[in-house]
């Protein structure tokens, strides 16, 4: 009796998703898939996504949307699993959607980059263009490119680059803390060369890699870190591998400046504090308070608004950027076809919210964006979290001194 | 000399923090054989509770009535769903735990939403308590050295000098006899999935500020709970305190000690290089690996002694 | 039974046999033309494709039977929990894509349809050498090395590149041209039917394990490992020949991931991967070699579809669980299993009428019940998500009280109805039951 009640249910249920995605090419709406962890114990990442993409969507519609048409997000749960993300990838060619965006997991994206690549070669009249909202390994864009993957957000070495941009001249000894994995292992390799490259008179006086995700008391690497004489931590952590580690730091007195990649984002203002006045850095593409001091009143305005409507700070200018390039390739193209737009994306240039010159670099399809180094600091205008404290710009790095060398081999399809 | 006493404090804090949790975890999984995967979500539970209960009546009370809600839901959950699941065997209790660890989390979520909250430590504590070679020994982490040394000593109490835990202690070991004996064996093991949740909620409590309070604490925290308990033994206490402290201490000691494979067979003579097979492996420092030393103990100790190091029954 | 004893001469007695073959296996049979043919359910006759969601989601409930039959034959046969079985999943995916990778640059060129085979012994492989420590143990001892042993291998995953690639994966094209039927594998149906092939196999190669002395004696360890030692096989060995066995089966399942997904990366042996082997298995039934067929079924939908519809369907498979756990510890096969007597009597068609009775009620206890978790989710997630909660092009409102007190409703009165309804239930079971054992007794 089991076997046919899995008859029946897989019928019906078959039945049922054919239905519900079946709505072949409508021409309402141009359709973006997004894929990205919903639920679990990391959902808060797809979901403040989601909430930013929806405000930006709202605006770009408003503005006209792309060739006379709004857009539409449709979210797809990959729970950090790569299988989960290529199914999102089938869901997407099966209703013919001509964009997929993921931002988190470089292991996920390096699988949508493949995936994305063979699915196109294998069904030239289905084809679909992968946007990479925040997966920054420098691979995914060198030794793994692809003609189909555009990436949105600097990669890690642009970022160690910002950061070694940023260090201060009387910063000589630097320690260097991170994951061990391909991204943690990545930052580490990158900032010792910009180091070597930029600032030769700064000497590494630790390099540490640790287990991901396990470390819960880091204590015994901040006596290390004290005993090296180190000026400045520069860590690639996220999560609580970077939150508990300048709580360890703060808690124990220790006089550093620690230099990050993601404190600024959701949940890190909250658990470093107020301890962390004047101490904290961080990378980063935006925060709330670049519009204040550059004098730009209407972004500053709309990220205000966005604020007053939500419970966290508004700091994915970035995939406002992205909208706006896929807003403007595919009015250049003059159609929402994968190939076509994707030709007419490569190589564009656009003004950003910031009012900075972006170029969608086509050699690799790597963004040139500007970068920030941003200290979390008392007396800023826009507080992070309601902690009274907020971003300030230390260090700007422009576009063009962001363009590093490359080495993609991209296969361009003609056709 | 310098390192070994930073070392030696650093170590002691993290491992009474890790006893903590897998003290009330040892009594569950001792008494009635269940592997709790919701424990961790009672971690969780504490700290959230800690939350927003010292937001309305302060941090002092709410050391006090965190603990109790956990006891309570604990308590709830035993009598009311546990124990219907204890007759279908031990993977049937393992599974009911998974499904409710979930909908803890989920409930969690919703309730707080899914950012860190800022819970934190109170502010009469966030100084530094002494100065050791130069950096300051922060007065929170002698509160929970403190707090957790006085659980152990309550516990120990608990359990040698009063009926109740006289009756426990041997309910651990011989659970059958005790039932036979005309103890109410089902009312201890209520006091005692009650009593271990709530130990798990006081962990919550000074751990949730002094870490990150998150919907994926309990994930995060889970597995190594898990690795002390069953390191300690089953029916062992002294064996869990112990475990903890080897295993908070083994974590600690190996971050500072840079020493690798390669160093060892340098000594011996044998120069490592690129070229030689499995150099990626020999190469690694202790450092690296330094927070999977546990598992691995866990592995060697469990094929000398399956009971685990101190145990006195298997379940 | 006293046909079979009539049947004379060989070729009689060879075609009985086999038409006696098609007699007990019709439900496999049955099941495997089941599968051949859906895929074409979904199949867009207008574009003259498959819907590569369906076909995808079909595929990874293929690799996910053999995964979850090779862990009962761990837990359901041989009593040993496992919570690191993902790793010969894993570690067989992981030959298998350097494997095909070799393939492909023409260094070993093995046809695609055997790389399974590839993966089944790297997972053997593997199996031998952790499970020579693993099973030195047994029941909680065990189980947690293999904890351990789990972890260690997916932190060592995420560290080292030359086998592991870090993060980033192995990654492979299966499209290496050599093949013993000609074929390209570019299209995703032609995976899956090479996965129903190698499910086919593997499901018969697993059943006739049971029947070997291997499978009987690891049944008498589970059952009492003291007196099974008084057989003359060493409890030890069995378990260690059991556990290579089992890897063996989840490398062919690893590899068969590789091919359908084209990358390998570090979650294929994590912790995750072995708690969704125990809760397939333990759904479907332990006790039943079929049981995990039907739990992979179930909790691939489960994950990869219902999810789709919400985003709350962790609490669902947790409430499943412990409906599972409480009432149906046999699992789903076990609870069609106990309607056997009752089939075989005859007598099924008088449960028709008290199970028609549960319908109802138990649909407006579901549906009140997921009515109130998604208003939770709605009011406290969804609505900042810019989600509107629309069943069919109808929106409900979470600040309203209109749609919570419908929910009201539904949960107690269907709740309230169901009680009733399962008193009813049970006491038709029991007529029927008596009826049974009367009749059997006369008999």
């Known amino acids: ?415 | 000399m310098e390192v070994l006493l930073v070392s030696l404090l650093n170590g002691l804090v993290y491992g009474m923090l890790l006893f903590m949790l897998a003290s009330g975890l040892t009594l569950i999984f001792s008494m009635m054989g269940v592997l709790n995967f919701a424990h961790a979500s009672m971690y969780m539970l504490g700290a959230y509770f800690a939350f927003s209960v010292s937001r309305v009546i302060g941090f002092w009370p709410a050391l006090v009535v965190a603990p109790v809600l956990c006891g309570g839901l604990g308590a709830l959950i035993e009598m009311y769903a546990l124990r219907r699941v204890h007759k279908n065997g031990h993977i049937a209790e393992l599974l009911f735990t998974v499904g409710l660890a979930f909908i803890i989390e989920k409930s969690v979520q919703m309730a707080w939403g899914l950012l860190p909250v800022a819970y934190r430590v109170p502010a009469v504590l966030d100084r530094p308590l002494f100065h050791v070679y130069g950096s300051n020994f922060h007065a929170y982490r002698g509160f929970m050295l403190l707090v957790s040394a006085v659980m152990f000593g309550l516990i120990w109490l608990l359990l040698t000098r009063t009926r109740i835990g006289l009756v426990i202690q041997a309910a651990l070991t011989h659970p059958d006899m005790v039932g036979a004996l005309g103890h109410n064996v089902p009312r201890v093991f209520t006091i005692v999935f009650a009593g271990g949740s709530a130990l798990a909620g006081l962990a919550g409590v000074i751990g949730g500020n002094y870490l990150v309070t998150e919907p994926s604490m309990a994930v995060t925290m889970g597995p190594i709970v898990f690795v002390v308990v069953v390191f300690g033994g089953l029916g062992s206490l002294a064996g869990c305190f112990i475990a903890s402290l080897i295993m908070g201490l083994v974590q600690t000691f190996a971050v500072v000690l840079d020493v690798s494979f390669a160093d060892l067979l340098a000594h011996l003579g044998l120069k490592v290089t690129s070229a030689t097979p499995l150099a990626e492996f020999l190469t690694i420092p202790l450092p690296r690996v330094g927070a999977l030393l546990p598992y691995l103990m866990l592995i060697l100790v469990l094929l000398l002694k399956p009971r685990g190091l101190m145990g006195t029954r298997d379940t | 039974m006293s046909e079979g004893l009539v049947r004379t001469g060989a070729p009689a007695l060879a075609a009985g046999r086999a038409g006696g073959l098609l007699r007990r296996q019709w439900p496999w049979l049955a099941t495997l033309a089941f599968a051949l043919i859906v895929p074409w359910f979904s199949f867009d006759w207008t574009t003259g494709r498959h819907s590569g969601f369906i076909v995808s989601m079909l595929s990874q409930i293929g690799i996910m039977i053999i995964f979850a039959l090779s862990y009962n034959m761990l837990m359901g046969q041989a009593g040993l929990l496992s919570f690191g079985h993902a790793v010969f999943l894993g570690l067989g995916g992981y030959t298998t894509a350097h494997v095909v990778n070799a393939a492909k640059s023409g260094t070993l060129p093995i046809p695609l349809e055997l790389t399974p085979l590839v993966g089944g012994l790297g997972g053997l492989a593997f199996a031998l050498a952790l499970g020579y420590f693993a099973t030195k143990q047994r029941a909680t001892a065990f189980a947690m090395i293999t904890l351990g042993i789990g972890e260690l291998v997916t932190s060592c995953a995420l560290m080292f590149q030359t086998f592991f690639g870090g993060e980033g994966g192995v990654s492979t094209n299966r499209m290496t041209g050599h093949s013993l039927f000609g074929l390209g594998y570019a299209p995703p149906i032609q995976v899956y039917y090479l996965i129903v092939g190698w499910t086919a196999i593997s499901v018969a190669l697993m059943l006739l394990l049971t029947r070997t002395p291997l499978g009987r004696m690891a049944n008498a360890c589970r059952d009492n490992f003291e007196r099974a030692q008084f057989v003359g096989y060493d409890p030890r060995m069995v378990r260690f020949f059991q556990f290579a066995l089992s890897g063996f089966f989840a490398g062919i399942a690893g590899a068969l991931y590789t091919l359908t997904y084209e990358i390998v990366t570090y979650d294929t042996v994590a912790g995750a991967l072995s708690a969704n082997a125990l809760l397939m298995t333990y759904i479907g039934g332990v006790g039943v070699f079929a049981g995990p067929v039907v739990g992979a079924v179930l909790i691939v939908l489960l994950q990869s579809w219902v999810s789709l519809l919400s985003n709350s369907w962790l609490v669902y498979a947790g409430v499943l669980f412990i409906l599972m756990v409480t009432f149906a510890p046999g699992g789903l096969a076990g609870l069609v299993l106990m309607h056997q007597p009752i089939w075989r009597a005859g007598r099924l068609g008088r449960l028709a009428g008290p199970y028609l009775r549960l319908v109802v009620p138990a649909l407006l206890v579901v549906v009140g019940f997921v009515l109130v978790i998604e208003l939770c989710s709605f009011l406290t997630i969804g609505a900042a998500q810019g989600k509107s909660f629309t069943l069919s092009h109808v929106t409900i409102d979470p600040r309203t009280a209109g749609p919570w007190a419908a929910a009201a409703v539904l949960l107690a009165g269907g709740g309230v109805w169901l009680r009733y309804a399962i008193g009813g239930f049970g006491a038709a079971w029991a007529r029927v039951t008596e009826e049974i054992k009367a009749t059997g007794m006369r008999a």
């Open chain 1, 1 to 415: 009796m089991v076997h046919w009640l899995k008859r029946i249910t897989s019928t019906l249920l078959a039945l049922a998703v054919t239905f519900s995605t079946g709505a072949v090419y409508a021409q309402g709406t141009i359709k973006v898939m997004y894929t990205d962890p919903l639920s679990g114990p990391f959902a808060q990442v797809g979901d403040q996504n989601l909430q930013q993409f929806k405000y930006i969507i709202d605006y770009i519609n408003g503005r006209g949307g792309a060739l006379g048409r709004k857009f539409e997000l449709v979210s797809f749960d990959n729970k950090s699993q790569p299988s989960e993300a290529l199914l999102a990838l089938k869901a997407a060619t099966d209703q013919n959607i001509p964009v997929i965006m993921q931002c988190s997991g470089s292991n996920i994206a390096a699988a949508l980059i493949e995936g994305v690549d063979k699915h196109n070669e294998r069904n030239p009249t289905n084809r679909i263009v992968y946007v990479n909202c925040g997966a920054v390994a420098t691979e995914l864009t060198n030794e793994k490119c692809s003609f189909w993957h555009f990436r949105m957000d600097a990669h890690v070495g642009m970022k160690a680059e910002t950061m070694v941009r940023a260090l201060p001249k009387d910063v000589t000894k630097v320690y260097l803390l991170n994951q061990d994995y391909l991204f943690g292992q990545s930052v580490q390799r990158d900032m010792k060369a910009f180091l070597t490259k930029l600032r030769p008179d700064v000497k590494v006086v630790g390099d540490e890699l640790i287990p991901l995700g396990k470390v819960k008391d880091f204590s015994p690497y901040v006596t290390k870190i004290k005993a090296s004489g180190a000026q400045a931590l520069i860590t690639g952590n996220w999560g609580p591998d970077m939150t508990l580690l300048i709580k360890a730091g703060m808690d124990s007195g220790l006089d550093i400046r620690y230099y990050t990649m993601y404190a600024h984002l959701g949940g890190g203002a909250t658990a470093i504090g107020p301890a962390g006045n004047g101490k904290v850095r961080s990378v980063m593409a935006f925060h709330e308070n670049i519009a204040v001091e550059t004098g730009k009143t209407d972004t500053e305005g709309w990220t205000r608004q966005f604020r007053a409507q939500h419970d966290f700070d508004f700091y994915a200018a970035g995939f406002r950027t992205i909208f706006e390039f896929l807003q403007a390739a595919m009015n250049k193209a003059g159609s929402a076809d994968p190939l076509k737009f994707a030709q007419a994306l490569e190589g564009l240039t656009i003004t950003d919210m910031l009012g900075y010159q972006v170029t969608m670099r086509k050699p690799d399809h790597q963004i040139l964006s500007e970068y920030f180094v941003g200290v979390f600091t008392k007396g800023v205008k826009y507080d992070s979290e309601k902690t009274g404290l907020g971003w300030k710009t230390e260090t700007t790095v422009l576009p063009k001194d962001l363009d590093q060398p490359n080495t993609c081999n991209m296969k361009r399809p003609t056709s």
